[in-house]
């Protein structure tokens, strides 16, 4: 089961079921400790923003060093954007809008945006593939 | 309401594909097949959701949009389609 973990030299917060050994902000070794889920949320609670643009910017950044990139069909990607967060400003996390959630908050997790669409049968070993909205498509071979 | 269901999400990219092709078939073949869009209305995604038994296990385990289903004969399809594959589904 994952828990929360609290970095007790930078206040850095990890969730999993076991912390990392170092701190990937500060590089401390063995700085980890166990902390409340309420603790957590009081630790984040610094408020960040996140619109269509820097969305757009975070899964280009996260797409970068990977074999898949964001859809270079941008009227495609436009919509997709619109929908994941219309989801979030329905259903407060930025889901799939291209799966319907199942109101079970752990299983509706695997349909928040970018999801591990590595393991779908829309993706996985296939030289076209792409995740099941189609944000996401393999990367040419140049 | 009609034996047949297409759920779909407005801002779904494959839905937009398939909606010619179920203007095309209603067109062609007299039929007629309910659009339910599932993100935007409460109601129609409480209904696919009562379906989720039915339709999970042949779209990867997931309630995908779009989905096609006979609730007749809990035939389901679902992404985007061949217009022939989708005329068998809704003829059948």
């Known amino acids: ?34 902390i409340s889920s309420a603790e957590a949320k009081k630790i984040q609670s610094g408020e960040t923003e996140m619109d269509k643009e820097k969305f757009r910017q975070a899964i280009g950044k996260f797409a970068e060093k990977n074999e898949f990139q964001v859809n270079p069909n941008q009227e495609k990607v436009n919509m997709l954007i619109d929908g994941i967060f219309s989801c979030e400003e329905n259903h407060w996390m930025k889901y799939c809008p291209c799966r319907l959630i199942t109101k079970d908050f752990d299983e509706d997790l695997k349909l928040v945006c970018p999801c591990n669409f590595l393991i779908h049968e829309t993706y996985k070993d296939k030289e076209d593939g792409e995740c099941w909205c189609g944000l996401f498509v393999r990367r040419k071979n140049e | ?8 999400g407005r801002e779904c990219p494959h839905c937009q594909v398939m909606m010619p092709l179920v203007d095309r078939l209603e067109k062609e073949e007299g039929i007629k097949i ?59």
């Open chain 2, 34 to 92: 309910d659009r339910k869009e599932v993100w935007h209305n409460e109601k129609n995604a409480d209904l696919m959701r009562s379906y989720r038994d039915i339709i999970e296990p042949k779209c990867g385990g997931q309630l995908r949009t779009p989905s096609f289903m006979n609730t007749e004969t809990n035939d389901i399809l679902c992404g985007e389609l061949e217009y022939d594959k989708l005329k068998e589904w809704a003829t059948r």
């Open chain 2, 1 to 8: 309401m009609s034996k047949l269901i297409m759920f779909h």
């Open chain 1, 1 to 34: 089961m994952k828990r929360y973990w609290r970095c007790h030299v930078c206040n850095d917060i990890h969730y999993g079921i076991k912390p990392p050994e170092i701190c990937p902000t500060c590089n401390f070794k063995n700085a980890y400790v166990e």
